[in-house]
C-alpha cells in the first residue's frame, strides 16, 4: 500500500501542477501570439524596404525617361526616342500594378505582372502585394501610396509628349518654338518628380520607423511575460 505521506506530497504536487497549468498555458498563447505578430511586422518592414527598392528603379527610370527625351527634343536623333520608350515601360508597368491593386475587386495577377516588368525582384513582389493590404493601418504607408499615385499624372504626360515630339520631328520643319516649350515642360516635370520621391522617401521613412517601434514593442512584451 502507498504511504500516507507520500499520497499527501503527490495529492500536493497534482494540486500544484494543476493551479499552474492554466498560467503556463497562457504564457506559452501568449508568446506563440506576440511571435505571429512580430513575424507580421518584420514581413511588412520587408515590405516598405520592397517599396524603397522599387521606388528606387522607378525613379531611375522616370529620370532617363527625361533625359532621352531631352535629347530627342534638341537633335531629333530616333535613338533618344527609343530608349525613352523602353525605359518608360518600367513606371507604366509599375503603375499598372498599383492600379489593379486599388481596383475593386483587386487584380493581383495583373499587379504581379506589372511589378515584375517593372524590374522588381519577384521576392518584393509579393512583399508589395501584402504591403497593400496594410494601407487602412498605417497613416505614413497611406501617404506613400498617395505620392506615389498622383505621379501617374507625370508618367503619362511624358507617354504623350513622346509622342508629340515624334509629330513634331517627323513633320516638315519641326518648329523650334515647340520643341523649346517641350524641354521646359520635361525640366518642369523631372522639379515635380523630384519633390515627389522626396515626400515618398520621408513618408515611407516614416512607415519604416513606426513598424520597428512595434516590433520593439512585442518582442520587449513578450520578454516581459
Known sequence: MTDPKRRRRLFSTSRSALRIAPVVALVLLLAAAGGGIAVVVLDLISG???????????SRAQQDVVF????????????????ARERLRIPLAVRDARVALDASPQDVPRARAGF??????????????RLH???????S?????????ESDTWVLRLER??????TLWTAPGASSTMLS???????????????E???FSAAIGQATRELVGQARRIALAVVAV
Open 68 to 83: 532621352h527625351l531631352d535629347r530627342y527634343a534638341e537633335t531629333g536623333r530616333p535613338l533618344h526616342l527609343r530608349t
Open 116 to 129: 515584375l516588368a517593372g524590374e522588381n525582384h519577384p521576392e518584393d513582389v509579393e512583399r508589395l502585394i
Open 141 to 149: 504607408l497611406r501617404r506613400a501610396w498617395s505620392i506615389w499615385r
Open 48 to 58: 516598405a524596404r520592397a517599396f524603397v527598392a522599387g521606388e528606387s528603379l522607378w
Open 181 to 195: 516649350s517641350v524641354r521646359d515642360e520635361l525640366a518642369l516635370i523631372d522639379r515635380s518628380l523630384g519633390r
Open 133 to 139: 493590404e496594410h494601407l487602412p493601418r498605417s497613416s
Open 161 to 166: 509628349l513622346a509622342d508629340e515630339l515624334e
Open 197 to 199: 520621391a522626396a515626400e
